[in-house]
């Protein structure tokens, strides 16, 4: 994108450039360099000391490689991080959908509610947030209180549960669904079903050989936000849900700030890092990142 | 073109002008008072733990030595390392439970205590480390709802152990060595026999039970709103987070034996350039009246027992440093696990985990 910018831009200033002695095919990279340099400093320069790190603190050596794929612990925790994300992005993506679908056909109050809706739950602390699903779900909350109102005896066991943890996650991430859907939902030119219509398809079938084949960016891109944001969770499964629950980022964090073992630390994020971007490339060969863009 | 540029010039005459009324201030009489301001940056916590700090130890400060203070929170670990790494000093004291302490002397990351400054002979031996003065204390003791047991709860943790004497949900606390330690009261250690921690036989004790623990907690505000619900009936948790919900009228009642002592520390990290005023800071603030001072407005435990002179009774009352308190209570041995931290904590989440 950066190039269909600086391109013109670049036209514009071939005049200028010959005479300070560069060449010409030169002022579009001059034009990229702050973003590249930005890019450089803030994205590739840490993740290299990462990198680093974690091959030579304390010492020069593979050995936290080899613990993280040698004690149980980390592979199950980071199995159990990408199954967890998995799950969130499905759920939060069937959720998400038919709202996002609400909110983008209809230009009533409607829509301005839902929209409203979500923008406020993507407004609210996710940590207060999770604290309120410990008090909606827990002893004294409304859901066990009209269980026991209806009697049915003593409610199951919400809280403290690997579903009340994907549940707290959701909540969390379906914002972001929704909006990714609503932003490409929303430049869908109506009429295109109205002509499928008229070409004698029934709703179900436009909905599914038209409108959702041009909704597919979205999806592809609120997919991708919440599943990467998702794998960056922990404060979320440890008040919701059980030790079985933890996820990769608990046990980096506690290296950190517990044990001050940056080197370990960063090994297991540098395994997470290209474990993500193993799934992001398989999702690639078979979705196609481009989508992204539209 | 003339317009917007004269509009520049105006703008940046002001701004000298500014400038120059600003520096003309600095050399007015207050100018020279303000180029000798001392001011030491303490890392805090933030909330009531920084509000009892401002009454008992930063305007008392202040007042006797003019050095002002200025807070930065919250506590981080991490950020010690970070600090003394790179030679940029965001605070020049703060304070570290006895294990994380012991940690930070390992790592080096500590500077040794100026005893130019810190009279050894003002303040019990044990109160003084190498590279560190104690702070106040919290211990981790066993909780329980009264309303749920109202012929008496547990008092031990053999008691915790024991679900058909004691039926219950249960919470104890996602921190390695603490749990480890009450597993191995629980079956029957003798309390100066804890350390060196015997692992194998502290985790025998730890499976039998497992089933019967709701909820691991590892943030002090969850441990309260656990125990505060009723989502559990007995926790192992902090004695001022339990007396804070006490003093709001939960029916909770702490069972003091079997506690874990948890002192703090504070110093100064190393290769600070404030280090002489941090550690006039905390030579002021290790004096019995002030410990005293804090104690009084949270329920931590002073470590001078001289401080108590200056506690009321019913106070004291709450502390978990009281003489009868420390004699049914365990410290653990920082020296010992520092090094060994590490392999403990991967072997609990491990253990916690499957």
């Known amino acids: 994108m950066a190039g269909v910018v600086a391109a013109p831009a670049g036209q514009a200033g071939l005049a200028a450039a010959p005479a300070r002695g560069l060449p010409a095919d030169s002022t579009p990279w001059l034009l990229l360099a702050p973003a590249t340099l930005a890019l450089v400093i803030l994205f590739l320069l840490p993740i290299g000391y990462v990198l680093l790190l974690s091959v030579t603190d304390p010492a020069v050596s593979i050995a936290h490689y080899r613990r993280i794929f040698s004690v149980p612990l980390y592979t199950r925790v980071l199995f159990n991080t990408f199954t967890t994300a998995l799950t969130v992005t499905g759920v939060c993506l069937l959720l998400g959908y038919p709202v996002a679908y609400v909110m983008a056909r209809r230009s009533d109050w409607v829509s301005t509610a839902l929209l409203i809706c979500v923008a406020v739950c993507f407004w609210t602390g996710f940590i207060v947030r999770t604290y309120a699903w410990l008090v909606i779900l827990g002893n004294k909350g409304p859901v066990v209180a009209v269980y026991q109102a209806f009697g049915f005896g003593a409610p199951p066991r919400l809280l403290f549960t690997t579903f009340s943890s994907i549940l707290g996650m959701v909540h969390i991430l379906l914002p972001y669904m929704v909006l990714a859907l609503y932003s490409v939902m929303k430049k869908i030119d109506p009429n295109l079903l109205r002509a499928s219509a008229s070409l004698g398809a029934r709703p179900a079938a436009s909905f599914r050989a038209v409108y959702l084949p041009l909704t597919l960016p979205g999806v592809v891109n609120g997919s991708i936000l919440v599943f990467t944001i998702c794998l960056g969770f922990f404060i979320t499964p440890i008040l919701l849900g059980t030790p079985k629950d933890m996820m990769i980022s608990q046990l980096i964090n506690q290296q950190i700030e517990e044990l001050l073992a940056w080197g370990f630390a960063s090994a297991v994020a540098v395994v997470l890092l290209v474990a993500t971007s193993i799934v992001l490339a398989v999702y690639n060969r078979f979705a196609g990142l481009d989508r992204l863009w539209g | 073109m003339k317009s917007p540029r004269s509009r520049s010039q105006l703008s940046r005459r002001r701004m000298l002008a500014t400038a120059a009324g600003a520096a003309s201030a ?327 985990a499957t």
């Open chain 2, 26 to 352: 600095l050399a007015l009489p207050g100018g020279p008072v303000l180029g000798q301001t001392r001011t030491v940056y303490v890392n805090t916590w933030g909330g009531s733990w920084t509000a009892a700090e401002d009454t008992a130890y930063f305007k008392p400060f202040t007042q006797a030595t003019g050095i002002q203070v200025r807070t930065v929170a919250p506590v981080s670990f991490a950020k010690l390392k970070a600090q003394v790494q790179t030679g940029q000093y965001e605070w020049d004291a703060s304070g570290l439970g006895i294990v994380e302490y012991s940690q930070a002397v390992h790592e080096n990351l500590l500077e040794p205590v100026d005893f130019s400054i810190i009279d050894r002979n003002a303040v019990p031996a044990a109160n003084i480390k190498s590279h560190g003065v104690s702070s106040v204390t919290l211990s981790t003791c066993l909780v329980y709802r009264k309303d749920k047991f109202p012929n008496g709860g547990p008092q031990s943790w053999a008691d915790f152990w024991d679900v058909k004497k004691f039926p219950g949900k249960r919470c104890l606390y996602d921190r390695s060595f603490t749990t480890l330690a009450f597993a191995l009261l629980a079956d029957g250690v003798p309390a100066d026999k804890l350390y060196p921690l015997d692992l194998d036989r502290a985790f025998k004790k730890l499976d039998e039970i497992k089933p019967h623990i709701k909820v691991w907690w590892s943030q002090g505000a969850q441990s309260q709103q656990l125990i505060q619900d009723g989502e559990v009936d007995m926790i192992a948790m902090w004695n001022a987070r339990a007396q804070e919900l006490i003093d709001r009228g939960e029916p909770l009642e702490i069972a003091w034996n079997g506690a874990e002592i948890y002192t703090s520390f504070r110093f100064v990290p190393r290769g600070n350039p404030r280090a002489k005023l941090a550690w006039e800071y905390l030579k002021f603030i290790s004096e019995p009246k002030q410990e005293a001072a804090f104690c009084s407005i949270l329920p931590y435990g002073p470590n001078n027992p001289k401080s108590f002179d200056h506690i009321a009774p019913d106070v004291a009352a709450k502390l978990p440093t009281r003489p009868d308190r420390v004699k049914v209570a365990h410290q653990p041995d920082a020296e010992w696990l520092a090094p060994r931290l590490a392999g403990i904590r991967e072997r609990f989440a491990q253990w916690l």
